[in-house]
């Protein structure tokens, strides 16, 4: 998996990682494991998941029984909702990195656009950013007008934009927009929640390359630009989720697939996430200290 992207910073960032989203720290812990050891360098969690413990766990062992180094991994976190303001999020690295016993981090990203707060909290991202602790800062979850906001009072262009994307909800205008932006842009929930993976089309193409819909899905991201974070806590399944680079998508394939957007987002996203109040009531579950 040595496909990388280079970021607007001149950052290089792996095109394929491991998600860890529904995923307990016992759970994360495994999965990372195996992930690097399978030649996985990109790893994704969150403060909001409660697992960069586990995480935290899983990346340690994983160096010391591959014998690699921490810089041959990418690792991403993100700011929790509850955390964001200027001091709250100066604050927030600490835990996060204390969590995870890592002393940097290659891309802290602000999980979710939480209205009225979102620009202090990027100015204090690009204050932790000079400061040398991550090597590259972005967001999630933005949509083009929250985005276009941010951008007018950044100092620092976001390198990556997280978003929801899959088949049934690829996210054209937003890749458009974060594309001419220079903002690479990631997929979170890249398999669609089971609705893509089981889709005919998806299959067909699948069947003809010998290959499982879930990778004809994950290359289609790859071949489009997306970098793409896939989640399983099952062996077979991280392994065969990286095995994505003995085949390729015909135009044709491509435009098949781009031709199943139905445009949709996960329900939860549009009814609580915006509203980033809501959201940050919903847990409450981790520990800081
Ligand atoms: P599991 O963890 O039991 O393997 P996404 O990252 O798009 O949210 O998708 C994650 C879901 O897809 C999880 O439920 C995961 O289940 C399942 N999944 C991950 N990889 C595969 C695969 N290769 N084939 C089928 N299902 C998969």
């Given at each position: 998996?040595?496909?990388?992207?280079?970021?607007?910073?001149?950052?290089?960032?792996?095109?394929?990682?491991?998600?860890?989203?529904?995923?307990?720290?016992?759970?994360?812990?495994?999965?990372?494991?195996?992930?690097?050891?399978?030649?996985y360098?990109?790893?994704?969690?969150?403060?909001?998941?409660?697992?960069?413990?586990?995480v935290?766990?899983?990346?340690?062992?994983?160096?010391?029984?591959?014998?690699?180094?921490?810089?041959?991994?990418?690792?991403?976190?993100?700011?929790?909702?509850?955390?964001?303001?200027?001091?709250?999020?100066?604050?927030?690295?600490?835990?996060?990195?204390?969590?995870?016993?890592?002393?940097?981090?290659?891309?802290?990203?602000?999980?979710?656009?939480?209205?009225?707060?979102?620009?202090?909290?990027?100015?204090?991202?690009?204050?932790?950013?000079?400061?040398?602790?991550?090597?590259?800062?972005?967001?999630?979850?933005?949509?083009?007008?929250?985005?276009?906001?941010?951008?007018?009072?950044?100092?620092i262009v976001?390198?990556?934009?997280?978003?929801?994307?899959?088949?049934?909800?690829?996210?054209?205008?937003?890749?458009?927009?974060?594309?001419?932006?220079?903002?690479?842009?990631?997929?979170?929930?890249?398999?669609?929640?089971?609705?893509?993976?089981?889709?005919?089309?998806?299959?067909?193409?699948?069947?003809?390359?010998?290959k499982?819909?879930?990778?004809v899905?994950?290359?289609?991201?790859?071949?489009?630009?997306?970098?793409t974070?896939?989640?399983?806590?099952?062996?077979?399944?991280?392994?065969?989720?990286?095995?994505?680079?003995?085949?390729?998508?015909s135009?044709?394939?491509?435009?098949?697939?781009?031709?199943?957007?139905?445009?949709?987002?996960?329900?939860?996203?549009?009814?609580?996430?915006?509203?980033?109040?809501?959201?940050?009531?919903?847990?409450?579950?981790?520990?800081?200290?």
């Amino acid at each position: 998996l040595e496909q990388t992207t280079t970021l607007n910073n001149g950052v290089k960032m792996p095109k394929l990682g491991l998600g860890v989203w529904k995923t307990d720290n016992k759970s994360a812990k495994e999965s990372v494991k195996t992930a690097i050891k399978k030649g996985y360098h990109l790893i994704d969690t969150a403060k909001q998941y409660g697992n960069e413990t586990g995480v935290g766990e899983g990346i340690k062992e994983a160096l010391a029984e591959t014998g690699m180094n921490r810089k041959d991994l990418f690792i991403t976190t993100k700011l929790f909702n509850g955390d964001q303001g200027y001091e709250s999020t100066i604050n927030a690295l600490e835990g996060t990195l204390k969590r995870l016993d890592l002393t940097y981090l290659d891309l802290y990203l602000v999980h979710w656009p939480v209205d009225g707060k979102y620009i202090d909290t990027w100015k204090a991202m690009e204050e932790l950013y000079r400061q040398g602790k991550i090597r590259a800062i972005g967001v999630s979850n933005f949509d083009n007008d929250r985005l276009q906001d941010l951008l007018n009072h950044a100092d620092i262009v976001p390198a990556v934009n997280q978003m929801e994307t899959n088949p049934i909800n690829q996210e054209k205008g937003i890749l458009e927009f974060n594309n001419h932006a220079g903002i690479q842009l990631e997929a979170w929930s890249p398999l669609g929640g089971g609705e893509a993976l089981s889709n005919p089309e998806v299959n067909k193409i699948a069947e003809k390359h010998n290959k499982s819909a879930a990778q004809v899905i994950l290359r289609w991201d790859w071949q489009r630009g997306f970098v793409t974070i896939p989640k399983s806590s099952h062996e077979a399944r991280i392994i065969q989720n990286s095995d994505i680079f003995d085949f390729e998508l015909s135009e044709a394939e491509m435009d098949a697939i781009n031709q199943l957007d139905k445009g949709k987002r996960s329900l939860w996203y549009e009814n609580f996430a915006w509203h980033g109040g809501e959201y940050v009531d919903e847990v409450d579950h981790w520990d800081d200290s």
